[in-house]
Structures are given as structure tokens and as C-alpha cells.
């Protein structure tokens, strides 16, 4: 990637846009010929248009450094981890957003689909999982298909896969991520062999149905992030919260933040028809 020049690198993302030379070339109120000498090497853009260009092309501040690197200028955005002092507030704020979602489960992610931050209740998934999963850094998606992850515990895991791995592949074909890119070919490796099967259009939503302690939880989830960072390290993060998909998981959810689980008959999740426990408490653990 460093060693190629920024027109080569521009072009490659038009074509992940599907924009020509000219539908870009319109956006950006510059002449179509302008752009192709711009990727051809010909001529050298601005750092305001060069900008210009990638916020168009939707490129991710990471990428954007490098562009402007390759271009022969000093990067603009910066990258810190999350613990650096300056971030403090930016700390704070996710965790008020986890913390808020309790008693149920919600974490952080990076770009990377690795765990920084999650509330208390994401221990519904951790459990029972192989050690070697959890030595940091944590990966999530791993941790959701991998065989000694919590995938032996989800019921529909089929249905699960086909929606994970195709999004997957997306997110590594748009930033251009070799990490991303060996991280899904591992992964489809842990499937059976031949194509996913296709999303339920009679779903609203994905469910995901757990087991956990004795009951089936059903749930659906939502993705949070940063309305307008200037930085690299919040703009990647995500904000994952996971939600009951029907009454009897939220009982479950507050027992265990209760201290308390449901162990007894299960019942059926009026949501996504998998089993949920039904309502008499024991002590956790």
C-alpha cells in the first residue's frame, strides 16, 4: 500500500464506489481528464482536493493518512489509543453508553472486530468459551463462529453465518484490509463446505437465539457509532447492543443481573420460535 502512488490508490477506491471517472469527476466540480491524469500519475492533486476526493469516496480517516502519505503530505488525523489521556471523555462516554444498556449485554469494537470496552451482561456470551479466546486482543467474530467460541451455544448459527461472513467480506473489500481478509477466510473454514444459505426475508431483523444456563435467549442487536470523530480510533469504534428479543430473555437477563437465573420449563419465543426459561429463580452460578 505505501509503496504505490496516490493515483493508483484513488482509483482503487472509485472502483469500490462503482463511480466513473466522470460521475466522480462531477461530485467533485473538477474536469474528468483532471482526474484521469490524477490517477494516472500525470499530475499530483492538492491536499484540499485530494480531501476533497476521499470524503466523496467515503474513505475511512485511516485510509485517508495514507492517501495524503502517498501523496507526498504529512497525515491529518490522528490515532491514539483509546486509554490516552485526551480521550478520557470520549472513555467515559462509551462506557455511560454500555453501562446504560444494563442488564443487557453492549460492547465497544474497533475496526477489527476486537473487544475494547463491554458491559457486564456481555458475559453471556463469554461463558464456557476456550481460554485461548479470550486472551486479548478479544475477536468478537471470532469468538461468535469459532467451534470453541459460544457458536456450539447459538441455535441458528446457520442463519448467523450467512449474515456475519457476507458483511465480512464487504467490510475487507471496502477498507482494502489484508487483516480482515484472513480473518473471514479462517472463518468460513470453520463452516460446512458449499455457499451460506440466504438471509430470511420474512425476518425483520436478525435473531440470535443463545443457549445459556437452561433457556434459549432470543435476541436482535444494533450498531452505534460516532457522529462526526476526528480522530481514527473513534471513528472506528462500534457500539454493539444487544436487546431481548422477547420477555421471557429479559426476565433471564435481570435474574442474572439479579443474582438470580430461570431454570424451569422453557417456553417458546414468540419472536423467532426458539425456547426461553421460564420463571422460577435459583441462585447464579
Same mark, same amino acid.
Given at each position: 500500500?505505501?509503496?504505490?502512488?496516490?493515483?493508483?490508490?484513488?482509483?482503487?477506491?472509485?472502483?469500490?464506489?462503482?463511480?466513473?471517472?466522470?460521475?466522480?469527476?462531477?461530485?467533485?466540480?473538477?474536469?474528468?481528464?483532471?482526474?484521469?491524469?490524477?490517477?494516472?500519475?500525470?499530475?499530483?492533486?492538492?491536499?484540499?482536493?485530494?480531501?476533497?476526493?476521499?470524503?466523496?469516496?467515503?474513505?475511512?480517516?485511516?485510509?485517508?493518512?495514507?492517501?495524503?502519505?502517498?501523496?507526498?503530505?504529512?497525515?491529518?488525523?490522528?490515532?491514539?489509543?483509546?486509554? =490516552?489521556?485526551?480521550? /478520557?471523555?470520549?472513555? $467515559?462516554?462509551?462506557?455511560?453508553?454500555?453501562? @446504560?444498556?444494563? %442488564?443487557? +449485554?453492549? &460492547?465497544?469494537?474497533?475496526?477489527?472486530?476486537?473487544?475494547?470496552?463491554?458491559?457486564?451482561?456481555?458475559?453471556?456470551?463469554?461463558?464456557?468459551?476456550?481460554?485461548?479466546?479470550?486472551?486479548?486482543?478479544?475477536?468478537?467474530?471470532?469468538?461468535?463462529?469459532?467451534?470453541?467460541?459460544?457458536?456450539?451455544?447459538?441455535?441458528?448459527?446457520?442463519?448467523?453465518?450467512?449474515?456475519?461472513?457476507?458483511?465480512?467480506?464487504?467490510?475487507?473489500?471496502?477498507?482494502?484490509? =489484508?487483516?480482515?481478509? /484472513?480473518?473471514?477466510? $479462517?472463518?468460513?473454514?470453520?463452516?460446512?463446505? @458449499?455457499?451460506? %444459505?440466504? +438471509?430470511? &426475508?420474512?425476518?425483520?431483523?436478525?435473531?440470535?437465539?443463545?443457549?445459556?444456563?437452561?433457556?434459549?435467549?432470543?435476541?436482535?442487536?444494533?450498531?452505534?457509532?460516532?457522529?462526526?470523530?476526528?480522530?481514527?480510533?473513534?471513528?472506528?469504534?462500534?457500539?454493539?447492543?444487544?436487546?431481548?428479543?422477547?420477555?421471557?430473555?429479559?426476565e433471564h437477563l435481570r435474574g442474572l443481573?439479579?443474582?438470580?437465573?430461570?431454570?424451569?420449563?422453557?417456553?417458546?419465543?414468540?419472536?423467532?420460535?426458539?425456547? /426461553?426459561?421460564?420463571?422460577?429463580?435459583?441462585?447464579?452460578?
Amino acid at each position: 500500500m505505501h509503496d504505490r502512488h496516490v493515483g493508483e490508490l484513488l482509483r482503487e477506491w472509485r472502483r469500490r464506489c462503482k463511480l466513473s471517472q466522470l460521475d466522480l469527476a462531477l461530485q467533485v466540480d473538477i474536469s474528468a481528464r483532471h482526474l484521469s491524469f490524477v490517477e494516472t500519475g500525470r499530475s499530483l492533486p492538492s491536499r484540499t482536493m485530494l480531501l476533497r476526493l476521499a470524503d466523496h469516496l467515503r474513505v475511512p480517516l485511516r485510509e485517508r493518512n495514507r492517501l495524503l502519505v502517498a501523496a507526498g503530505y504529512a497525515p491529518t488525523f490522528r490515532q491514539r489509543p483509546l486509554e =490516552a489521556p485526551d480521550l /478520557a471523555a470520549a472513555r $467515559e462516554a462509551i462506557r455511560q453508553v454500555l453501562r @446504560g444498556h444494563e %442488564p443487557y +449485554p453492549a &460492547l465497544a469494537l474497533d475496526s477489527r472486530w476486537n473487544l475494547v470496552l463491554a458491559n457486564d451482561a456481555v458475559e453471556v456470551f463469554l461463558e464456557g468459551v476456550e481460554p485461548a479466546l479470550l486472551q486479548p486482543p478479544v475477536n468478537m467474530m471470532r469468538l461468535g463462529l469459532h467451534p470453541g467460541g459460544f457458536a456450539s451455544r447459538v441455535e441458528n448459527l446457520a442463519q448467523v453465518r450467512a449474515f456475519l461472513l457476507p458483511r465480512l467480506a464487504r467490510q475487507a473489500l471496502q477498507t482494502g484490509s =489484508a487483516e480482515l481478509s /484472513a480473518l473471514h477466510e $479462517e472463518l468460513v473454514a470453520y463452516g460446512p463446505p @458449499g455457499e451460506l %444459505p440466504p +438471509p430470511d &426475508l420474512a425476518e425483520v431483523m436478525l435473531p440470535i437465539r443463545l443457549r445459556h444456563r437452561g433457556a434459549v435467549l432470543c435476541f436482535f442487536n444494533t450498531v452505534t457509532t460516532f457522529g462526526a470523530p476526528f480522530d481514527i480510533t473513534l471513528e472506528e469504534i462500534v457500539i454493539e447492543a444487544y436487546f431481548p428479543g422477547d420477555a421471557r430473555t429479559a426476565e433471564h437477563l435481570r435474574g442474572l443481573a439479579a443474582g438470580v437465573v430461570n431454570t424451569e420449563s422453557p417456553g417458546v419465543c414468540p419472536r423467532c420460535g426458539g425456547t /426461553a426459561g421460564a420463571t422460577s429463580p435459583r441462585p447464579a452460578g
